[in-house]
């Protein structure tokens, strides 16, 4: 079945310094949404890219779809308390009118 | 202010026991969903719907029954028969799925098991 995976599953950084997490589906999509979920939280949604190759920045985060349409990238630039919580790539299912989420990165932030 | 309210907060089921998790929208959505997350792991879709009246299971249905019989209203059973049932649930809704529409998530119901 479709599948969508995400790596790393965790990832420590130190205050300042960058963050990258990867999405990857076993299938191509027709757009890819991008969500964080803070600790004790719900996810909120972030963006959505919909063409192959493209490329969207909101401040220090920059989210990229690959050209084939089945993987995407988020990379936070500097990064701050505030970015802590679990990121998590979610895209439209090939079998019904749902959305398949990744199982998220979590990403922690080190003073 | 438009938004998606779950309710209660935190519930407790005692064993052999249905319990009702509701969820509220006032933000003329069509589709509604409910998900599941355990500590530490991704959401998994247990039910959906895009109309009234209508609605799909998703990949994780067992021992779960929903019913959609207002637009507004996507209320989650979770009947004895799931012998697992303590998660943190998630009610969301969009649009519809067809125009990419994003999804906008409710606080929120944490199940615990007594």
């Known amino acids: 079945g479709q599948q969508v995976m995400q790596i790393p599953q965790y990832q420590h950084v130190q205050e300042g310094e960058d963050f990258t997490t990867y999405c990857n589906s076993s299938?191509?999509?027709?757009?890819i949404q991008w969500y964080k979920q803070r600790p004790g939280g719900h996810p909120v949604f972030l963006i959505q890219?919909?063409?192959?190759?493209e490329v969207k920045k909101q401040k220090r985060l920059t989210f990229q779809f690959g050209e084939a349409k089945k993987n995407s990238s988020l990379h936070i630039t500097a990064t701050q308390t505030t970015d802590v919580g679990t990121y998590f790539c979610a895209g439209p299912s090939n079998y019904g009118q749902n959305f398949v989420f990744g199982p998220g990165t979590r990403l922690s932030v080190l003073p | 202010d438009g938004g998606i309210t779950q309710s209660p907060k935190y519930l407790f089921r005692k064993e052999g026991q249905n319990v009702t998790l509701s969820c509220e929208q006032n933000l003329n959505h069509d589709a509604m969903y409910w998900y599941r997350q355990d500590p530490g792991q991704g959401l998994r879709l247990i039910y959906y719907?895009?109309?009234?009246?209508?609605?799909q299971k998703g990949d994780i249905a067992e021992g779960y029954s929903v019913s959609r019989e207002k637009k507004e209203s996507f209320p989650l059973t979770v009947t004895s028969a799931q012998k697992n049932p303590t998660a943190f649930y998630l009610c969301?809704?969009?649009?519809?799925?067809?125009?990419?529409?994003?999804?906008?998530f409710g606080d929120g119901t944490r199940l615990s098991i007594l």
């Open positions: 719907s895009q109309i009234v009246n209508d609605f």
């Open positions: 890219l919909v063409k192959s190759g």
């Open positions: 969301a809704s969009s649009l519809i799925r067809q125009v990419n529409q994003p999804q906008h």
């Open positions: 299938t191509t999509l027709s757009n």
